[in-house]
C-alpha cells in the first residue's frame, strides 16, 4: 500500500470523499483539481485549467470532467459523477475499489467482470492533461465511451447555457477539437487508438458546486457535452485520452504518458509530498517564472513569492528558479514597490511589507549559498532604491518618521499581510507603524550594511533599534505592541512580534525575544500553525466559515495560518538550540497526517484557530510548503 491511499469504503462515502481534493500543476500554468471521486466540488476544479493570455490574465476551464462508461454484453455502466439538485448523478463512485496517488492520482473501478484502471497526468510544458485507461480484467469484449464536458470560462466565472456557443466540431487524427467561443484556443481531445466520435451535442443543466453554495457564491453550472468517444478495449491494454490546446501526435501519447511518468518524485513519504507540492507553485512561463501563492484560485503575490521561495526553491538546492524568481520580481518594481499582487499593468501595489520580505528573501539565499557576490552584483542598487523610496515617502503614506520607524496606511486601504477587506473596509487596517513593518525595515538597514558599509544606514540601523524597543516593548506585559499610531499602541496579541525574534537581524536582546516567544507558544501556537490572535480577545473568530465577509472577519482574527511556524521554529531554535529541536520536530510530524486530508499531498493555506483545527481556505499554499520545507532544513542545522 502507497504512502497516500483510499479504499473503497472510503471512497464510496460522500461524506468523506468530497472532502480530499487533488490538484496537480504544470511549468506552464495549466492546473488539474478535483476531489478524489472525480465529483468536481468548486467551481475552480476542471481536468484542464489553462491560460488564456489572448483573453485576460486568469486561468479558464476549458475542460470540466469526463464521465466514462463501460458497455459490455449490452449493458451500460456509467463511472462518472455530478452533483444536481436534491441528487447525485450518475453514481460511479460506487463502482470504485482504489484510489492510489504513487505516483499520481489512479482510480480502479470495478464492474462485475470488469477492472478499469485511470491515471492522470499533466504535460510539464504543455497545456495538455492525459488520462491513461487500462483494462485490468475483463471476461467478455469490452467498449469505452468517454463523453467531454465543456465549460470555457473563465475559473472566477460559471458557465450558463446560451445561443452564442459554436456546436460544430474539426476532425483531427483520433479525436475531434472543439472551440465553443472564438475568442478562446480549440480544444484537442484525441486518443491513442482509433476510435468512433459520436456527435451528440447536449447541455447539462444546473450541476453545482457544493463548496462555492457554502462559501456564499452563485453554485450551479450549465455544461456543455458535444458527445463521445467510443473504442474497444481488450484485457492489458492501455488506452490514452488527451485534451490538450494544440494538436498531439497519437502514435506518441503512450511513449509521452511514460516520459511524464518518469519525471514524477514518488509521493511515497511526508518530505517528497512536500518537495512535490513545492514544484507544483512555480510557474514558467514567456520568459518569466512566477510563484504561485496558492492553488485553486490564488495567482501571484509580491508578498507571498519572497516568504515561499526559500523553502520552495533553497531548500532543495535549486538556486537557479531561485534568481529567475527574483528577476522576474525586480521587473515589476515600481519605485520602491512590488506589486502586492499582479504583474504589468494588472498589478495592485498596496503591499508595505514586500519590497522589506525582498532583503530577507536575499538574506536565505546568502545563508543557503554563500554567494555574497551575485546578490551585490544583481540586487544591490535595487535594494538602495527601496530604502531611499521609503525614507523619502512613497504612495499610501508609506514614509519614515523622524524616530526611524516606517509608517503606512490610508483610510480604506490595508498595507500589511493582515489584508483582508470586505463591505465595511479593511478587518485589520492597522495604519501606524507595524510591529512586523519595522522589524523588517531594522532587518533591511542591516543586510544592507553587512553588503556595503555604509555609514549613514549603520546610524540609522541604531537609531532604529533604540527606537523600535522604546516604542513598542512593554517590560510588565513581557511582549510587543502590534502597532502604533502617536500615543495609541494595540497591545492585541498578535503573531506579527514574533518576526522580531526569528529575522537575522533582531531589535530585541535575548531576554526579550524568549518573552515573545513564550507569550506567542501559550497564546497562539497549535499544531497546525499560529493562531493570528489570542483566543483571549474578545474579537477572537475560531472557525472560519460561512458567506465572504463572515470568512474575512475571522481570517486574521484567529483563523491558524502554518506559514508563520517557519518564524516560530527559527526563533524558537535560536533561543534553545539542540534542547529545542524534538519540539520543532514534533510539530513538523504533526503535518504527516494532513497529507490524507483536504487538499491531498499537501498544506492548506489555513486552519481554524479552535480544535480541531480543521483546514480551509485554498488546498495547496505556497508559503505554507515551503516554510515547512525551511523549517525541516533549520531543524538538520541545529
Known amino acids: ?13 460522500l461524506n468523506y470523499s468530497l472532502d480530499r481534493e487533488i490538484i496537480r500543476t504544470n511549468r506552464g500554468g495549466s492546473y488539474t483539481s478535483t476531489s478524489i471521486i472525480g465529483c468536481n466540488t468548486r467551481k475552480y476544479h476542471g481536468l484542464l485549467v489553462s491560460p488564456q493570455p489572448q483573453i485576460d490574465t486568469q486561468l479558464h476551464v476549458l475542460l470540466s470532467t469526463v464521465h466514462e462508461t463501460v458497455i459490455q454484453r449490452g449493458a451500460s455502466f456509467n463511472l462518472g459523477i ?56 475483463a471476461h467478455s469484449p469490452t467498449k469505452i465511451r468517454i463523453s467531454p464536458f465543456l465549460a470555457f470560462r473563465g475559473y472566477h466565472n460559471l458557465s450558463k447555457e446560451n445561443e452564442n456557443l459554436n456546436r460544430d466540431f474539426q476532425k483531427v487524427p483520433n479525436g475531434a477539437s472543439f472551440q465553443l467561443y472564438p475568442e478562446y484556443n480549440p480544444l484537442f481531445l484525441q486518443l491513442s487508438k482509433k476510435n ?130 527574483m528577476d522576474t520580481m525586480v521587473a515589476d518594481l515600481h519605485g520602491p514597490l512590488f506589486p502586492n499582487v499582479g504583474s504589468g499593468v494588472m498589478r495592485n501595489m498596496n503591499s508595505m511589507d514586500a519590497p522589506l520580505w525582498f532583503f530577507w528573501s536575499l538574506q536565505q539565499y546568502q545563508n543557503f549559498t554563500g554567494d555574497t557576490k551575485t546578490i551585490k552584483k544583481k540586487y544591490l542598487e535595487k535594494m538602495k532604491g527601496i530604502i531611499d523610496g521609503y525614507r523619502s515617502g512613497t504612495d499610501y503614506n508609506i514614509h519614515m518618521q523622524e524616530n526611524g520607524l516606517m509608517y503606512g496606511g490610508e483610510e480604506g486601504i490595508a498595507l500589511t499581510w493582515m489584508d483582508a477587506v470586505n463591505s465595511d473596509g479593511p478587518v485589520t487596517p492597522r495604519i501606524g507603524c507595524p510591529v512586523e513593518i519595522n522589524a523588517l525595515w531594522y532587518n533591511a538597514l542591516c543586510f544592507y550594511n553587512e553588503l556595503t558599509g555604509d555609514k549613514e544606514i549603520s546610524d540609522l540601523a541604531e537609531k532604529v533599534k533604540a527606537t523600535f524597543v522604546d516604542v513598542f516593548w512593554d517590560e510588565k506585559k513581557g511582549y510587543l505592541a502590534d502597532y502604533v499610531d502617536g500615543n495609541f499602541k494595540d497591545w492585541s496579541i498578535r503573531p506579527n512580534m514574533l518576526f522580531a525574534t526569528s529575522l537575522p537581524y533582531s531589535p530585541l536582546e535575548e531576554g526579550q525575544m524568549d518573552r515573545v516567544l513564550e507569550i506567542v507558544k501559550s497564546k497562539l501556537l497549535t499544531p497546525k500553525g499560529l493562531r493570528s490572535l489570542s483566543p483571549d480577545d474578545p474579537a477572537y473568530k475560531g472557525y472560519y466559515f460561512g458567506n465572504q465577509f463572515t470568512r474575512d472577519v475571522a481570517y486574521h482574527n484567529g483563523t491558524v495560518w502554518p506559514w508563520l511556524l517557519g518564524h516560530f521554529a527559527e526563533g524558537y531554535l535560536r533561543l534553545h538550540g539542540k534542547s529545542g529541536k524534538n519540539f520543532i520536530e514534533k510539530i513538523i510530524k504533526g503535518f504527516d497526517e494532513v497529507m490524507a486530508q483536504y487538499g491531498v499531498g499537501t498544506i492548506a493555506e489555513i486552519y481554524d484557530g479552535d480544535p480541531p483545527h480543521r483546514p480551509k481556505g485554498a488546498i495547496s499554499q505556497a508559503w505554507s510548503i515551503g516554510e515547512l520545507l525551511r523549517m525541516m532544513y533549520l531543524v538538520k542545522q541545529v
Open 1 to 13: 500500500m502507497s504512502y497516500i491511499h483510499f479504499d473503497k469504503t472510503q471512497l464510496i462515502n
Open 82 to 137: 455530478n452533483k444536481y439538485p436534491g441528487n447525485y448523478s450518475p453514481r460511479g463512485h460506487k463502482y470504485l475499489e482504489d484510489f492510489d496517488s504513487e505516483p499520481i492520482p489512479k482510480l480502479t473501478y470495478r464492474v462485475g467482470g470488469v477492472s478499469l484502471q485511470k491515471e492522470l497526468i499533466l504535460d510539464t510544458n504543455r497545456d495538455r492533461v492525459m488520462i491513461r485507461y487500462t483494462l485490468l480484467d
Open 196 to 325: 468512433q466520435f459520436v456527435s451528440n451535442p447536449n447541455w447539462y443543466n444546473n450541476i453545482e458546486y457544493i463548496l462555492e453554495r457554502e462559501r456564499g457564491y452563485d453554485y450551479q453550472e450549465d455544461l456543455f457535452v458535444p458527445g463521445y468517444f467510443e473504442f474497444d478495449i481488450e484485457k492489458g491494454e492501455s488506452v490514452i485520452f488527451s485534451a490538450g490546446l494544440t494538436e498531439a501526435d497519437p502514435s506518441t501519447r503512450q511513449r509521452a504518458f511514460e516520459k511524464e511518468l518518469a519525471r514524477r518524485i514518488p509521493r511515497n513519504n511526508f518530505e517528497n509530498c512536500l518537495k512535490n507540492s513545492a514544484g507544483q507553485f512555480i510557474q514558467k512561463r514567456d520568459g518569466k517564472t512566477h510563484v504561485i501563492a496558492g492553488y485553486p484560485w490564488f495567482g501571484w503575490w509580491g508578498r507571498d513569492t519572497f516568504v515561499a521561495t526559500p523553502g520552495l526553491t533553497l531548500a532543495d538546492g535549486n538556486k537557479e528558479t531561485f534568481l529567475e524568481i
